[in-house]
Antibody, heavy 120, light 107 residues
Framework: QVQLQESGPGLVKPSQTLSLTCTVSGGSISSGGYYWSWIRQHPGKGLEWIGFIYHSGSTYYNPSLKSRLTISVDTSKNQFSLNLSSVTAADTAVYYC????????????WGQGTLVTVSS | DIQMTQSPSSLSASVGDRVTITCRASQSISRYLNWYQQKPGKAPKVLIYAASSLQSGVPSRFSGSGSGTDFTLTINSLQPEDFATYYCQQSYSTPRTFGQGTKVEIK
C-alpha cells in the first residue's frame, strides 16, 4: 500500500522559505509512471495545485507561484520536496503531497497534510 | 488557466436522497475530470476519474458523467458517511485546477 507523509516546520516567519518533504513508502518514485504533486488548502478554503515533479526531475509549476517555487526529488531517499520562498501570511495553509498516475491523471494517493503557519 | 465552476456551493439533503453536483469547465477538457470527497481534517479522496470511472473501493452509489465542459457527480441513496465536501478537478492541462467545492449537509 502506497503511503505519503509530509514533514517540515509548522511555523515559518514572513519573508523566509517554507520547506517541506514528502516521504513515499510502498512504492518507488524512480520506477516512473507517476507525477508527484504538492497541493495546498488555505484554512476553510478550496484546493490549490502548487506543482509536480517527475522522477527524472522534470517539473511543472503553477504560474501563480512559479517565481518563488522549487520542487525537487531525491530518488535515493524516495522523497520529494517543496521550497517556497519569501512567504507571507497568504501562504498559511495545509500542504498536501499527492501522487498522480500518468495514465489515469488523478490524485490517487495523498499524504495526511501538514499545517504551515506563516507568522512572526 | 482552466476555471472549474461547481454548483451548488452547498446543499442540504436527507439520508436516502439522490444528490447531483455539477461542474463546468471554462473550456473543453474532454473527459479529463476527477471528483474528490473531503471530510473535515482529512485529505481528499478520489471517487471518480476520467469523468465516469469509479475508483477502486468506492461504493457504486457514486457515479459520474459528462464530457467537454459539463460534468455531473451523482450520489444515489445518500448515506450518513457521504456528508462531506466534494471537489471536481481537471487534469487536461497544467496548472491543474479544482472547483470551489460543494458542501453536502444533513437536512
Amino acid at each position: 500500500q502506497v503511503q505519503l507523509q509530509e514533514s517540515g516546520p509548522g511555523l515559518v516567519k514572513p519573508s523566509q522559505t517554507l520547506s517541506l518533504t514528502c516521504t513515499v513508502s510502498g512504492g518507488s518514485i524512480s520506477s516512473g509512471g507517476y507525477y508527484w504533486s504538492w497541493i495546498r488548502q488555505h484554512p476553510g478554503k478550496g484546493l490549490e495545485w502548487i506543482g509536480f515533479i517527475y522522477h527524472s526531475g522534470s517539473t511543472y509549476y503553477n504560474p501563480s507561484l512559479k517565481s518563488r517555487l522549487t520542487i525537487s526529488v531525491d530518488t535515493s531517499k524516495n522523497q520529494f520536496s517543496l521550497n517556497l520562498s519569501s512567504v507571507t501570511a497568504a501562504d498559511t495553509a495545509v500542504y498536501y503531497c499527492a501522487r498522480e498516475p500518468s495514465d489515469s491523471c488523478n490524485f490517487d494517493y495523498w499524504g495526511q497534510g501538514t499545517l504551515v503557519t506563516v507568522s512572526s | 488557466d482552466i476555471q472549474m465552476t461547481q454548483s451548488p456551493s452547498s446543499l442540504s439533503a436527507s439520508v436516502g436522497d439522490r444528490v447531483t453536483i455539477t461542474c463546468r469547465a471554462s473550456q473543453s477538457i474532454s473527459r479529463y475530470l476527477n471528483w474528490y470527497q473531503q471530510k473535515p481534517g482529512k485529505a481528499p479522496k478520489v471517487l471518480i476519474y476520467a469523468a465516469s470511472s469509479l475508483q477502486s473501493g468506492v461504493p457504486s452509489r457514486f457515479s459520474g458523467s459528462g464530457s467537454g465542459t459539463d460534468f455531473t457527480l451523482t450520489i444515489n441513496s445518500l448515506q450518513p458517511e457521504d456528508f462531506a465536501t466534494y471537489y471536481c478537478q481537471q487534469s487536461y492541462s497544467t496548472p491543474r485546477t479544482f472547483g470551489q467545492g460543494t458542501k453536502v449537509e444533513i437536512k
